[in-house]
């Protein structure tokens, strides 16, 4: 029996793993709460049950404190976390900075990954962590009251204009559309779509600041066009605000729907249940371009449970538990096979629409420095929402902040 094991445990380290002392059989996870929360329980349900000696920890924490957790550990090797979960906007500077483990050297990754989710999972062709959950934003419009006034899905973000256009002069107390209005990461998000759309950017692929051409110009002009067609008020409107408003039958057009969101729609709540179709974003001088939102699992470089945590990331991204975290919690999956699987399908009518969506996504630029240029980007965007700035000067002065932000 002792040979048997000796044998093993060289297998292992040739590999680049190592068999576990009693010691170090634990794993501390460090994840989003939230909606998040219970597809991490759940799954550290279910490999505890099937590792009973494994001494687990999960940490729940919202997005800021879980960037400086994760952040502060790796700038310290504090060797506290075993598995990490990240934003994928925080993934270029993670594994940029060497904060990662490439996961090839711990057994590697099986399964066909959706490519934009795997495509963020990567930096210099290695790969340094695992999609998680599939997140895009989506695009939701009433089909019956599109239908009643002659209009077909929109290909483009003036056929969206037109058609809100008719419905709201039509329509007795139905916007035409609704986006999120308020600052920061809400309008920047609701925002993108439509940026990219006209073939403008914020960042180039190599750290430039882009924000100041005709395209982008273009792009907030017909965004700012949308005000009008939206409730009172859209610059406060978050996610609550945009959900109600559409649930409620209150708008004719969602610019943003997320997977999370679209669980409601044909709820009992819902005043709109089997009217709202879920698609991929239009499209405009370039066709569609959705914004990735995807979450993903990596092992910080400092763990001192790598072969472990391996162990677990292989577990939870497998089909059967993506599957089940679909199921369970509405989470969407990274594995494409599953978007069109039919007991998801069945419960999640829009998945075959979104995987459509996650096949032409497209991700945030990919620079350590987002979080900063993200805030830059959403305060002059409201700006330009309340009428404060023509969108010229709006997008000549971000561009310029921008600018200094990405030097330092």
Known sequence: MRTIAKALGAVLMLAGLSLPAAAQDRLVIAGRDAGFAPALAKMVELYQAKNPNVKIERLELGGGPLYERLAVGAREKTAATDVAMLDDIWAPEFMARGWLTDLDTVGGLPGEFVKSAIDVSKHNGKLYAAPFVGNIAMFAYRKDLLAKHGFERPKTWSDVVKAAQVIQSKEEGVSGLVFRGIKGNPIVTSFLPVLWAHGGDVVTADGKAVLD??????????????????????????????????????????????????????????????????????????????????????????????????????????????????????????????????????????????????????ARPRISQWARVETILGDYLQLALIGQMQPKQALTEANAQIARALSR
């Open 213 to 362: 051409t005709p395209e982008a110009e273009k792009a907030l002009t017909q965004f700012l066009s949308f005000k009008a067609l939206a409730p009172k008020g859209v610059e406060t409107y978050n996610a609550t605000e945009l959900r109600d408003a559409i649930q409620q039958g209150r708008a004719a057009i969602a610019v943003e729907m997320w997977s999370s969101w679209a669980g409601t729609l044909d709820g009992s709540a819902s005043k709109v249940a089997n009217q709202v179709e879920v698609v991929a974003s239009p499209g405009e001088v370039k066709g569609p371009a959705p914004m990735l939102g995807a979450w993903l699992l990596g092992i910080p470089a400092d763990s001192p449970n790598k072969a472990r945590a391996a162990d677990f990331i292989r577990f939870v991204t497998s089909a059967e538990n993506q599957k089940l975290i679909a199921l369970e919690t509405g989470n969407p999956p990274t594995l494409a096979a599953l978007f069109n699987d039919k007991d998801l399908v069945a419960k999640y009518l829009w998945y075959p629409a979104q995987l459509e969506a996650l096949n032409v996504a497209q």
